[in-house]
């Protein structure tokens, strides 16, 4: 079973400027403070816009059926489709793992998954996607915002 905790009025928080298009993230977590769960075995995934000058909570979902953090699923019930589900409109997934099948699922969802290697608060994550939105975002994420641009050193048939 899973639900679902939408925030309705956000008109505590200024929204991102004119033509800033914020950039909807999922992170895995156990406890809304902390990235600090696998993909599979994450109680929780809490959801939000980030832009350059700023970020806002959307909403959280939670679930009951989740994996052991083993690295492998512990029965036959499919506790993964429900997952994904949850993150449609994301852009970005930020876990401590997943595994292969999990991450095509997340992938073919149109989200790409980003693993984290040890645990961190949820703000330091927010602050880091800011940065990068602020500075020159990697080529998946300028794919992403539809910012992706041929590089100076490419010709167009190159490019093609």
């Not at 959280?60 to 512990?74: E, L, R």
């Not at 940065?131 to 010709?155: V, Y």
Request: glycine share 8%; charged share 25%; net charge negative.
């Amino acid at each position: 079973m899973s639900r679902t905790l939408r925030v309705i009025d956000s008109a505590t928080s200024d929204g991102p400027a004119p033509g800033e298009t914020p950039l909807r993230i999922a992170i895995a977590t156990n406890d809304m403070e902390t990235l600090g769960a696998h993909f599979g075995s994450a109680k929780k995934f809490a959801i939000y816009e980030v832009w350059q000058s700023g970020f806002r909570f959307i909403e959280a979902h939670a679930f009951d059926n989740v994996t052991g953090q083993k690295g492998k699923h512990d029965d036959q019930d499919d506790k993964i489709t429900p997952k994904v589900e949850a993150l449609e409109g994301c852009a970005l997934l930020f876990a401590l793992a997943i595994g292969g099948p999990s991450a095509a699922k997340v992938v073919k969802a149109g989200i790409h998954p980003i693993k984290r290697k040890d645990p961190e608060p949820i703000s330091d994550v927010l602050t880091q996607t800011q940065e990068m939105l602020r500075g020159t975002p990697p080529p998946f994420l300028r794919k992403i915002l539809g910012t992706f641009q041929k590089p100076d050193f490419m010709d167009e048939e190159e490019w093609a």
